[in-house]
């Protein structure tokens, strides 16, 4: 039998353990639209995995928004835009108080 390999050596990218601020927008199982505030936990160019009190079934395509940091006028206008990716829920772990959702981002993030 051939031996499996794990999840970090399947990964294309390596993650970054570095708390992210996001707004992710999707549609609900009743078909509404929601807006909420989460955090990545960490992240790298093809994914991340997000902490949300709302859940988010797996296989569900969201939009992800990087808000840009606060920077003074001079180097903001030069570095800082907001990031807005494609994403699609690829694992879920449910919690009483929160969700741990990991994301697959439909391109890879790139230093455009």
């Known amino acids: 039998m051939p031996e ?33 505030f989460s955090t990545a936990i960490n992240i790298s160019a093809g994914g991340a995995l997000l902490v949300t009190r709302r859940y988010l079934p797996s296989a569900s395509k969201i939009s992800v928004e990087i808000p840009p940091p606060a920077l003074p006028k001079q180097i903001s206008a030069q570095t800082s835009k907001t990031r807005n990716l494609k994403a699609r829920v690829i694992s879920v772990t449910v919690s009483d108080r929160y969700h741990l959702c990991g994301l697959a981002f439909s391109r890879p993030l790139t230093l455009q």
Request: aromatic content about 10%; hydrophobic content about 35%; overall charge positive.
């Open 4 to 36: 499996t390999s794990s999840a970090a050596e399947r990964r294309r990218w390596q993650r970054l353990p570095v708390p992210v601020p996001m707004f992710i927008r999707g549609v609900d199982e009743q078909g509404k639209g929601f807006l909420e």
